[in-house]
């Protein structure tokens, strides 16, 4: 639960005087309640006035404040698709959570994609078998990207038809079945799953839609700022999400689970634990009380003894809450889905995010382009030159 101070306590902390915390206030970057002991007083939300005391403790110089908004830091990017307010997750001023109770996949990229008209991920016909899988969806989107047309200069619309057309081609790689049904009944289709199983898939895909500037997402953005092609800004996302740190982190949960289910679920923890490996599947820095996207996929599916077990072990030796990761594969083992399913669910579902932030940031018309701080060597003849080494010529090969 959320721990909330005091007046007193909150100013101390901040070390602020009573206008500056009101202010704080008022501008939400500090939530606040009634006192339930007495409320005529007020109480501050701890979590805000940590991550403002650990930004004033940064300073203010323009290269602490860039260089902590790479990491969990402050909002760097101006965008109207989605962000996480006091641990939930809002798209386009709507509930994520709320959202995934009945929306389909489809209804989710008409939000995030702010369309006038309906979306529908049509798969190209094809009359042979094709592969499926993680390798498969590389290879399509590497060869839609490779016959592409820059994304620079073209309207939202155009942009949004063709990423509809790229998302149903990624979506048939990952094994969803031809047709007009939404794609979650055409995945389960797939992978022979009935309609329960494809209730709780289509859940999943919408929770996994978008969660603002991750860092598939980022990659995604960076690509489409260049002018690069739908196809080939959703491949820079899909890279980046592969990573173990970021969507590939589903198969390190698969192992921790099967760890549990052969060692005890205390026992794997600790072998984890005890190579010095972040535990997988608990806790995430932007929901300090509990993943809502987990706790909305645990409702809609059956999380067998092994995670149960798990859950439990995990609480009492990190003290975290189960994340999105532990629901996926809660959701692979429950429906008897392939091994790799988390990723392939996170992969199809953020696709409707990273295209959102491709049309958006190719409306725009900014190039994202940060400069690194170089702290090599340098020669005597370049300090002669530039004696404080922070002052570099510019030009029009800024952004090579």
Same mark, same amino acid.
């Given at each position: 639960m959320s721990e909330w101070l005091s007046r007193e306590e909150a100013l101390e902390r901040l070390k602020v005087r009573p206008q500056t915390l009101y202010a704080y206030v008022s501008r939400g970057r500090i939530g606040m309640r009634p006192d339930e002991s007495d409320p005529r007083r007020s109480q501050y939300r701890a979590d805000d006035i940590a991550a403002l005391a650990t930004r004033r403790a940064r300073g203010r110089s323009p290269s602490a404040i860039a260089e902590s908004a790479i990491a969990w830091g402050e909002p760097s990017i101006?965008?109207?698709?989605?962000?996480? %307010?006091?641990? +939930?997750?809002?798209?386009?001023?709507?509930?994520?959570?709320?959202?995934?109770?009945? $929306?389909? %996949?489809?209804?989710?990229?008409?939000?995030? =994609? $702010?369309?006038?008209?309906?979306?529908?991920?049509?798969? #190209? /016909? /094809?009359?042979?078998?094709?592969?499926?899988?993680?390798? /498969?969806?590389?290879?399509?989107?590497?060869?839609?990207?490779?016959?592409?047309r820059p994304s620079l200069g073209r309207s939202a619309a155009s942009l949004c038809t063709e990423a509809a057309r790229t998302v149903g081609a990624l979506a048939q790689s990952l094994g969803a079945e031809a047709g007009t049904a939404p794609v979650h009944k055409r995945l389960a289709q797939g992978w022979s799953v009935d309609d329960a199983g494809a209730e709780a898939i289509r859940c999943a895909l919408v929770l996994l839609a978008d969660h603002e500037l991750n860092a598939s997402t980022f990659a995604a953005r960076v690509a489409a700022s260049t002018g690069a092609s739908p196809a $080939?800004?959703?491949?820079?996302?899909?890279?980046?999400? /592969?990573? #173990? +740190?970021?969507?590939?982190?589903?198969?390190?949960?698969?192992? %921790?689970?099967?760890?549990?289910?052969?060692?005890?679920?205390?026992?794997?923890?600790?072998? =984890?634990?005890?190579?010095? &490996?972040? %535990? #997988?599947?608990?806790?995430?820095?932007?929901? #300090?009380?509990?993943?809502? &996207?987990?706790?909305?996929?645990?409702e809609v599916i059956p999380v067998d003894e092994t995670l149960q077990q798990l859950q439990k072990a995990a609480m009492a030796a990190v003290g975290a809450q189960p994340n999105i990761d532990f629901a996926l594969a809660a959701l692979t083992r429950g429906l008897g889905l392939p091994r790799d399913a988390p990723f392939q669910l996170f992969a199809l579902g953020r696709s409707v995010g990273w295209a959102a932030h491709m049309v958006e940031q190719i409306i725009s018309g900014s190039i994202i382009r940060p400069r690194g701080r170089y702290e090599g060597r340098v020669t005597q003849a370049d300090l002669a030159v530039f004696p404080n080494r922070a002052r570099y010529a510019t030009g029009v090969v800024a952004n090579c």
């Open positions: 101006v965008t109207a698709i989605s962000t996480v %307010l006091h641990g +939930r997750l809002i798209y386009r001023g709507q509930d994520a959570v709320a959202l995934s109770k009945a $929306a389909t %996949l489809e209804e989710t990229a008409a939000v995030l =994609w $702010a369309s006038p008209e309906p979306v529908a991920f049509k798969a #190209p /016909s /094809s009359e042979a078998p094709h592969p499926v899988g993680r390798a /498969s969806a590389f290879a399509q989107l590497a060869m839609l990207a490779g016959h592409g $080939a800004c959703l491949l820079a996302g899909l890279a980046t999400l /592969s990573g #173990p +740190r970021h969507g590939g982190a589903g198969e390190a949960v698969m192992q %921790l689970a099967e760890d549990a289910a052969a060692h005890g679920a205390d026992a794997a923890i600790r072998r =984890w634990l005890g190579h010095d &490996r972040p %535990l #997988p599947a608990f806790g995430h820095p932007l929901y #300090p009380d509990g993943d809502p &996207r987990a706790t909305a996929l645990l």
